[in-house]
């Protein structure tokens, strides 16, 4: 079993930032997948950012140059520094872990971004 707690969410104007934490109750090297996935109004969960088991990470074409995702192995976390964020990036965003074929989710963080 994997505990997910997000925080840092809320809301910035346009061309503001945040940055997004996740705590893990088991260590970041047990976990095949640790990223965040977010859900816009209306829309269906995408992936945003995600680490893999091989320290390699992955982000959505739309985040590329604006989002980095950042870990602390010793404290079970990662991050999402979130720039230039625009409208079109509100959404619930949700922290992601799979272990085995196990996927695990957070309750997530809402996140408005004003024109």
């Known amino acids: 079993q994997v505990q997910l707690v997000e925080s840092g969410g809320g809301l910035v104007q346009a061309g503001g930032s945040l940055r997004l934490s996740c705590a893990a109750s088991?260590?970041?090297?047990?976990?095949?997948?640790f990223g965040w996935h977010r859900q816009p109004p209306g829309k269906q969960r995408e992936l945003v950012a995600t680490f893999n088991s091989d320290g390699s990470s992955n982000y959505a074409d739309s985040v590329k140059g604006r989002f980095t995702i950042s870990r602390d192995n010793a404290n079970n976390t990662i991050y999402l520094q979130m720039n230039s964020l625009k409208p079109e990036d509100t959404a619930v965003f949700y922290c992601h872990a799979r272990r085995g074929f196990i996927n695990y989710w957070g309750k997530g963080t809402l996140v408005t971004v004003s024109s």
């Open positions: 088991r260590r970041t090297s047990d976990l095949d997948v």
